[in-house]
């Protein structure tokens, strides 16, 4: 989340501010009744969440958004154009993607959750967005029971969107990749993973899948287990 900004002499409407701003007016239209949205909700909605410091401020960014074409006034209504509409939506798709990887797969608490998405949501590329869409197996919601907006890889079979990172089980025979985390259901197995040179960074090679699960890290052969598998995570690097 960007610092509160106050309007006055050198007042700009940055990147992240945009951002922000049409996030704010997209929920507030998955919470209203329509699209168009009364000012005073946004000045509170704006002001709340704390990008901007007053309502003089939240003014400047309205005039500044409407001459930029991204939203469009009438009268003491504010409502995103279909400009600011598909940049709205892309933001609340990268931002509930985000939620969902960060609670689903790293376990965070619903405020480093939070703190975290904020930042994501300005950063991933729509490259980037789709593999972690299809990593997530494209979820209609976000941990927070909030509908995630389709993407182009959620209109393909899943296939045809190869994940950043997938669960080493996932992996075919003669695959090299690299373990980018681990994410076990105890503690004790980390360590036993580890004293076998199983850690992020090791690059390894999945021999077989059956009827065990043979890989190779450096001059090593490991079997392993296929719930160990599934908790070791990795990115295909050949």
Request: proline share 6%; aromatic share 6%.
């Amino acid at each position: 989340m960007p610092h509160k900004k106050e309007a006055g002499a050198g007042f700009t409407v940055t990147g992240e501010i945009r951002d922000e701003f049409l996030e704010s007016l997209w929920l507030l239209e998955e919470t209203g009744n329509g699209k168009k949205t009364d000012k005073q909700s946004v000045f509170t909605l704006a002001v709340q969440e704390g990008y901007i410091e007053d309502n003089a401020g939240v003014e400047a960014v309205i005039n500044d958004m409407a001459a930029k074409g991204d939203i469009l006034l009438d009268d003491d209504y504010v409502s995103l154009s279909e400009r600011g509409r598909d940049t709205a939506r892309n933001i609340i798709r990268r931002k509930r993607l985000a939620e969902t990887l960060l609670s689903e797969v790293f376990a965070l608490g619903p405020m480093e959750m939070k703190n975290a998405a904020c930042r994501f949501e300005h950063i991933l590329s729509p490259e980037v967005t789709d593999s972690v869409c299809s990593f997530l197996g494209h979820p209609p919601s976000c941990p927070h029971g909030k509908p995630i907006p389709r993407g182009n890889c959620c209109k393909k079979l899943a296939h045809h969107i190869r994940p950043l990172v997938m669960p080493m089980k996932d992996l075919e025979p003669g695959n090299r990749a690299r373990i980018t985390f681990i994410s076990p259901r105890d503690h004790g197995r980390m360590d036993r993973l580890s004293t076998l040179g199983i850690v992020p960074g090791t690059d390894i090679v999945l021999h077989q899948k059956k009827p065990a699960f043979v890989i190779r890290a450096g001059e090593t052969e490991l079997a392993l287990d296929l719930d160990i598998a599934a908790e070791i995570y990795v990115k295909i690097i050949s």
